[in-house]
């Protein structure tokens, strides 16, 4: 029940594969970057990491930099950045109403 999703941008900033259930958050947080399976489904599980264990160097190294991309999307920076720009945003928008 994890809310945003750390745990994937922790993984794409380390280069690892992520496969991630298959919810709107996780799908938000990861875009293209991960393998999405239904939560409840063990077999669909099982297969995506057979799938991540059999692929090639090359689509290992197109995953890895999908995810390190979408890391430093979602930086705590970055984050923080468009947080502030919201908040000041809405501050000055506040008066007109």
Known sequence: Y??????????????TPVIAADT??????AADAARFVDPDDAAAWAAAVGEWVGMG?????????RGLARAREL????????????VREVARGSGRR
Not at 24 to 29: G, H, K, Q, Y
Not at 75 to 86: D, G
């Open 2 to 15: 994890e809310g945003f999703g750390f745990p994937i941008v922790e993984g794409f900033a380390r280069g």
């Open 24 to 29: 709107p958050t996780f799908r938000e947080v």
């Open 57 to 65: 160097e090359e689509a290992r190294a197109r995953s890895r930099e």
């Open 75 to 86: 930086s705590y920076r970055t984050t923080a950045e468009r947080t502030l720009a919201v």
